[in-house]
């Protein structure tokens, strides 16, 4: 009994361990869009994803599934290729790349990305931000923690996008260090549940927007769980063992007392 008893005090002290794990998501859009989903105005079409068309009004996402259900990603690597064009002049609004919360549902999201999480934002229309756009600015739970200026209208050309996320921060090279970001600081790292998505929007001027060639790996730690509840079962088990020990030391030391060298009958 004393051993079950061990056991059970260990299962309710210890949570489980956390092995490394990894994630992937590679597709170049020759034939669907894989584990992921498209929103609103986005469309698979001549083998990549249009997230935007050249028209005003439109929203629309590629939301990947949870590459890491249950886990915590400790490190990243994505990469993409990003075309912005043809568009109105000026063009608008521009393209997101996220590791956060999608909105629930099948609702689309634009170039500020999820609200949690990173975004990475390929701002081309001047809303006030600041530095002014074109800009490729780095949010983190919404509140913009980097941003560098560049060239990001591209006339429809595939140019190529690379972020990397460690323990030291994010990183951001756009078109071959046409525009560079290293280390931004992402204070307590990403949240379990988080999932890549790109997002784009056009308002009351528009560009057609696209992605291709994405290729996104992770490593993770399974999420810390808490003991778990012990059953009705358990609690009795335990009980049991208790009551078990006690009659037994009790018998132990009744035997001590009338022990061999009494006259006593048994
Ligand atoms: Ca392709
Ligand atoms: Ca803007």
Redesign the pocket.
């Known amino acids: 009994m004393k051993p079950s008893t061990l056991a059970l005090a260990a299962a309710l002290t210890f949570g489980a361990s956390a092995p490394a794990l990894a994630g992937s998501y590679n597709n170049d859009f020759s034939s669907g869009v894989g584990a992921a989903s498209l929103r609103e105005s986005a469309v698979l079409d001549s083998g990549s994803v249009r997230l935007t068309p050249n028209v005003i009004d439109n929203l629309g996402s590629l939301v990947i599934n949870d590459l890491d259900p249950g886990s915590v990603v400790t490190s990243f690597d994505a990469s993409f290729t990003l075309a912005i064009g043809p568009g109105s002049t000026p063009p608008?609004?521009?393209v997101s790349f996220s590791f956060g919360a999608p909105p629930p549902g099948t609702d689309a999201f634009g170039?500020s990305g999820t609200w949690s999480g990173v975004a990475v934002?390929f701002?081309?229309?001047?809303?006030?931000?600041t530095p002014t756009?074109p800009v490729i600015r780095v949010l983190w739970n919404g509140v913009q923690v980097a941003a560098a200026q560049g060239t990001l209208f591209s006339s429809g050309a595939f140019q190529p996008v690379t972020i990397h996320y460690d323990s030291n921060g994010l990183d951001v090279d756009f078109n071959s260090g046409g525009i560079v970001l290293t280390n931004v600081a992402l204070s307590g790292g990403p949240q379990s549940g988080s999932r890549f998505t790109f997002g784009a929007r056009t308002g009351s001027l528009s560009a057609e927007q696209r992605i291709d060639d994405v290729a996104i790996s992770t490593t993770a730690v399974a999420r810390a769980r808490p003991a778990p509840v012990p059953t009705l079962a358990e609690w009795a088990t335990a009980a049991l063992a208790m009551l078990l020990a006690a009659l037994a030391a009790m018998a132990l030391r009744r035997r001590a007392v009338t022990g061999p060298g009494s006259s006593r009958r048994r």
Do not use: L, R
């Open positions: 608008a609004d521009g170039e934002v701002d081309i229309f001047n809303n006030g931000e756009p």
